[in-house]
């Protein structure tokens, strides 16, 4: 009997051992992880002569905690490591018996192990049928496994080994295996992180969590990764879904009958029967298998999502439910790229399989004749803020799943997305996996946010000392900032100037038309082209411009669109007070963020 803990329930045991002395006793230590604090068990087999034997079979290697209390222990490489048999015993000179020091005791393993090797039947047939299986799996070729109900129970039948001793074809196996054990270890456990990684996305069901087994840290080697399913009821419904897309799940172990039939004395290990699912962690298995599963199932997941083109109205009633809003999303953005380089503006709504709106998302789109369509995301898709706000991940890489197909569905042959998500690794991955060849090449967005919630003080804390200094700077300096009304004249004067930067900077940057498409945007609640300009007192009766500055009010956002000084300008940190009064007027206005761009400081 056991506890939740997978350790020997003492109460339990301890009446065993009243009720009949057992010759042995079997601590396993289940998975790689070691049975500990178990000093109880130590002393009661030395008070009543049992042999205590450590079933070690889930464990690579000796490591802390295990072979270090038993009579014996016992190894079983095979389930471990590519040999088709065999198992290995340790028998300990310092265990609670004393086997070794004892002749008696020694002579009695000794007969038993000549038993058993008399005993034997021969394993060619079983090698044969391995080593055929290890041929084709290294051609390539793999089948779908087999599909084992969840509960197997009935078919448990004595099982003898044909041949408990290590074939000669195992030992020359296992030779060269020995110096590859920190290889084979470390595979093991990024194999564990991997599995853990896939499950803590939800993506198998909203309505349970599975919860890693045990915490295998340091040294401690998987034998499987182990999740029990919350609420335990679910996981029969999950090993039937996982089993459906062929992701490689098991359950363990199949229940004895002596087991089954007292449950009141085995209830823990029924219970974890029921509850708990397992993934191979062998090292044969690469963390890109794992990730193609997580592909699948983001796939899958997306399936019945769908995707609705939308009018204007609807458009400004999803985008006021949208949080961290940005320009290249906006409906007056796409307006101006149609105005000015003829793309055309796709605004779509991603619904779910509940129809629940997830997320808006602005799609650029240039028809190419034969061609089909050349299609940009940009900064988006935005997720929409509903009473139970979605998880960033999965949905956003189910969204570019969803997207992707209906890419194809619209003929957009070439379609290349700049999302606005965290650029590692591992987000990286999952994109690829979804997509392929469809992410940009270009540089990722370099884009820094300031909450404006903040009060004006502690904004103003919250910048780097060097931009602090060059606000104060400008400030002394006499550097004044105003709102202009936006007409013809102050835009063009804006674009001039502009140029002018452009040419002295070598940038390409906005094309003059596209400037002033965006300042023509008709103004609204939800978009604002603000243009500051920054004034230095000349003289008592003149004052003179010395820099210039536009944000866009998209959304909650508003956006560092354009900024230019002049050598005045510079030198009193004009560019410094015109962003600072820009911000300040944006919490004004309403905005919650504040979003300075590629600025470092």
Same mark, same amino acid.
């Given at each position: 009997?056991?506890?939740?803990?997978?350790?020997?329930?003492?109460?339990?045991?301890?009446?065993?051992?009243?009720?009949?002395?057992?010759?042995?006793?079997?601590?396993?230590?289940?998975?790689?992880?070691?049975?500990?604090?178990?000093?109880?068990?130590?002393?009661?087999?030395?008070?009543?002569?049992?042999?205590?034997?450590?079933?070690?079979?889930?464990?690579?290697?000796?490591?802390?905690? =295990?072979?270090?209390?038993?009579?014996?222990? *016992?190894?079983?490489?095979?389930?471990?490591?590519?040999?088709?048999?065999?198992?290995?015993?340790?028998?300990?000179?310092?265990?609670?018996?004393?086997?070794?020091?004892?002749?008696?005791?020694?002579?009695?393993?000794?007969?038993?192990?000549?038993?058993?090797?008399?005993?034997?039947?021969? @394993?060619?047939?079983?090698?044969?049928?391995?080593?055929? +299986?290890?041929?084709?799996?290294?051609? #390539?070729?793999?089948?779908?496994?087999?599909?084992?109900?969840?509960?197997?129970?009935?078919?448990?039948?004595?099982?003898?080994?044909?041949?408990?001793?290590?074939?000669?074809?195992?030992?020359?196996?296992?030779?060269?295996?020995?110096?590859?054990?920190?290889?084979?270890?470390?595979?093991?456990?990024?194999?564990?992180?991997?599995?853990? +990684?896939?499950?803590?996305?939800?993506?198998?069901?909203?309505?349970?969590?599975?919860?890693?087994? &045990?915490?295998?840290?340091?040294?401690? =080697?998987?034998?499987?990764?182990?999740?029990?399913?919350?609420?335990?009821?679910?996981?029969?419904?999950?090993?039937?879904? &996982?089993?459906?897309?062929?992701?490689?799940?098991?359950?363990?172990?199949?229940?004895?009958?002596?087991?089954?039939?007292?449950?009141?004395?085995?209830?823990?290990?029924?219970?974890?029967?029921?509850?708990?699912?397992?993934?191979?962690?062998?090292?044969?298995?690469?963390?890109?298998?794992?990730?193609?599963?997580?592909?699948?199932? !983001?796939?899958?997941?997306?399936?019945?999502?769908?995707?609705?083109?939308?009018?204007?109205?609807?458009?400004?009633?999803?985008?006021?439910?949208?949080?961290?809003?940005?320009?290249?999303?906006?409906?007056?953005? @796409?307006?101006?790229?149609?105005?000015?380089?003829?793309?055309?503006?796709?605004?779509?709504?991603?619904?779910?399989?509940?129809?629940?709106?997830?997320?808006?998302?602005?799609?650029?789109?240039?028809?190419?004749?034969?061609?089909?369509?050349?299609?940009?995301?940009?900064?988006?898709?935005?997720?929409?803020?509903?009473?139970?706000?979605?998880?960033?991940?999965?949905?956003?890489?189910?969204?570019?799943?969803?997207?992707?197909?209906?890419?194809?569905?619209? +003929?957009?042959?070439?379609?290349?997305?700049?999302?606005?998500?965290?650029?590692?690794?591992?987000?990286?991955?999952?994109?690829?996996?979804? #997509?392929?060849?469809? !992410?940009?090449?270009?540089?990722?967005?370099?884009?820094?946010?300031?909450?404006?919630?903040?009060?004006?003080?502690? !904004?103003? &804390?919250?910048? +780097? @000392?060097?931009?602090?200094?060059?606000?104060?700077? #400008?400030?002394?300096?006499?550097?004044?900032?105003?709102?202009?009304?936006?007409?013809?004249?102050?835009?063009?004067?804006?674009?001039?100037?502009?140029?002018?930067?452009?040419?002295?900077?070598?940038?390409?940057?906005?094309?003059?038309?596209?400037?002033?498409?965006?300042?023509?945007?008709?103004?609204?609640?939800?978009?604002?082209?603000?243009?500051?300009?920054?004034?230095?007192?000349?003289?008592?009766?003149?004052?003179?411009?010395? #820099?210039?500055?536009?944000?866009?009010?998209?959304?909650?956002?508003?956006?560092?669109?354009? @900024?230019?000084?002049?050598?005045?300008?510079?030198?009193?940190?004009?560019?410094?007070? *015109?962003?600072?009064?820009?911000?300040?007027?944006?919490?004004?206005?309403?905005?919650?963020?504040?979003?300075?761009?590629?600025?470092?400081?």
């Amino acid at each position: 009997p056991i506890n939740n803990q997978f350790r020997p329930e003492q109460k339990l045991v301890e009446q065993i051992f009243c009720d009949i002395q057992p010759d042995l006793f079997v601590l396993v230590h289940y998975f790689g992880q070691p049975t500990r604090e178990v000093e109880w068990l130590i002393k009661l087999c030395e008070q009543q002569s049992t042999w205590l034997v450590e079933d070690a079979t889930h464990v690579l290697r000796p490591e802390e905690g =295990v072979g270090q209390i038993g009579d014996a222990v *016992l190894y079983s490489p095979h389930k471990l490591l590519p040999i088709p048999d065999g198992a290995v015993l340790v028998v300990r000179k310092d265990g609670p018996n004393q086997l070794c020091g004892d002749e008696e005791k020694w002579k009695k393993l000794a007969n038993i192990n000549t038993s058993l090797q008399n005993s034997s039947k021969s @394993g060619f047939a079983k090698i044969a049928i391995w080593t055929l +299986k290890r041929l084709i799996q290294s051609l #390539g070729i793999f089948c779908f496994p087999k599909r084992v109900p969840f509960r197997d129970d009935e078919k448990i039948v004595d099982r003898v080994s044909t041949s408990p001793k290590m074939s000669k074809w195992s030992q020359r196996l296992l030779v060269p295996l020995i110096s590859d054990l920190d290889t084979v270890a470390n595979q093991r456990i990024q194999n564990q992180y991997a599995w853990e +990684k896939l499950y803590s996305t939800g993506l198998c069901s909203a309505e349970s969590s599975l919860t890693p087994l &045990m915490s295998h840290i340091g040294t401690v =080697v998987p034998y499987q990764a182990g999740f029990f399913v919350d609420p335990g009821n679910r996981a029969l419904e999950l090993y039937d879904f &996982m089993q459906n897309q062929q992701i490689p799940v098991t359950t363990w172990p199949d229940l004895p009958p002596e087991v089954t039939q007292k449950p009141h004395q085995h209830k823990e290990a029924i219970l974890l029967r029921n509850q708990i699912l397992f993934f191979p962690t062998h090292h044969s298995i690469s963390q890109n298998h794992i990730e193609r599963y997580e592909a699948d199932l !983001l796939r899958k997941k997306g399936e019945n999502w769908q995707v609705h083109e939308l009018g204007r109205n609807e458009w400004d009633i999803f985008w006021e439910r949208c949080t961290s809003t940005n320009l290249l999303q906006s409906w007056e953005y @796409g307006e101006a790229k149609k105005e000015t380089e003829s793309w055309q503006p796709y605004r779509l709504l991603i619904s779910d399989e509940n129809n629940l709106p997830i997320a808006l998302a602005q799609v650029l789109v240039k028809e190419l004749p034969f061609v089909g369509g050349v299609a940009r995301l940009n900064r988006g898709p935005l997720l929409i803020n509903n009473s139970n706000p979605p998880n960033p991940f999965p949905d956003q890489f189910i969204i570019f799943s969803v997207l992707r197909k209906y890419a194809f569905r619209k +003929k957009w042959w070439i379609i290349r997305v700049a999302p606005e998500i965290e650029r590692s690794d591992v987000s990286m991955k999952r994109l690829k996996s979804i #997509g392929g060849s469809w !992410l940009s090449r270009q540089s990722p967005w370099a884009s820094g946010r300031i909450d404006l919630t903040n009060e004006e003080a502690n !904004l103003l &804390m919250q910048l +780097k @000392g060097k931009w602090r200094t060059a606000l104060r700077k #400008g400030q002394k300096s006499g550097v004044q900032v105003i709102s202009s009304d936006l007409d013809r004249e102050k835009l063009e004067e804006l674009v001039k100037d502009y140029a002018a930067l452009q040419n002295s900077r070598d940038f390409f940057g906005l094309t003059d038309a596209f400037i002033l498409a965006l300042g023509h945007q008709k103004k609204s609640t939800t978009w604002k082209f603000n243009l500051y300009f920054a004034m230095l007192q000349d003289s008592p009766e003149s004052r003179l411009r010395v #820099g210039s500055l536009v944000t866009v009010q998209a959304g909650d956002s508003c956006i560092y669109l354009i @900024g230019i000084t002049n050598e005045i300008g510079r030198k009193v940190q004009a560019n410094s007070v *015109l962003l600072w009064e820009s911000l300040v007027a944006a919490k004004q206005n309403g905005c919650r963020w504040f979003d300075i761009g590629g600025l470092s400081e």
